[in-house]
């Protein structure tokens, strides 16, 4: 996850061709159509984050996931308001505690953002190229 949005930052700055978009917009949408991959993205977010290792993510944990996130991007960490609400929207049986399964829908989200930029920003490269 962190390499994509490390090479998410790549495509914003224009350091990748047409066809590394290509290939990346191809990967990314494997990877979210496939419950294995979606599966082993999920496992390496909570063998970084889940720091106390109980099996969940808590908002802490989601914080500090979220931190990472925002620095590979360059962007400010959202306020404690709106990690709260992103905590509380992924925590979906509302037991104040994120499982894999819950983690796994703002994974899947985050990615089809990615893969979505990616998507304008190849769209902007075929622009450029038919003038």
Do not use: H, R
Not at 91 to 97: I, V
Not at 109 to 115: A, G, I, R, S, V
């Amino acid at each position: 996850l962190l390499i994509n949005i490390s090479i998410f930052q790549a495509v914003m700055d224009s350091d990748l061709s047409k066809a590394d978009i290509e290939a990346l917009v191809s990967e990314l949408t494997g990877l979210v159509s496939s419950a294995e991959g979606m599966n082993s993205v999920v496992d390496i977010v909570f063998v970084d984050f889940d720091k106390n290792k109980d099996g969940i993510i808590d908002k802490q944990e989601l914080e500090a996931f979220l931190a990472k996130v925002y620095a590979e991007v360059k962007m400010p960490l959202p306020s404690k308001e709106k990690i709260n609400q992103i905590f509380t929207e992924t925590d979906k049986n509302k037991d104040d505690k994120i499982q894999k399964d819950e983690m796994k829908i703002l994974v899947k989200k985050m990615l089809e953002f990615t893969k979505s930029k990616f998507e304008e920003q190849l769209s902007k490269l075929q622009e450029t190229l038919c003038q």
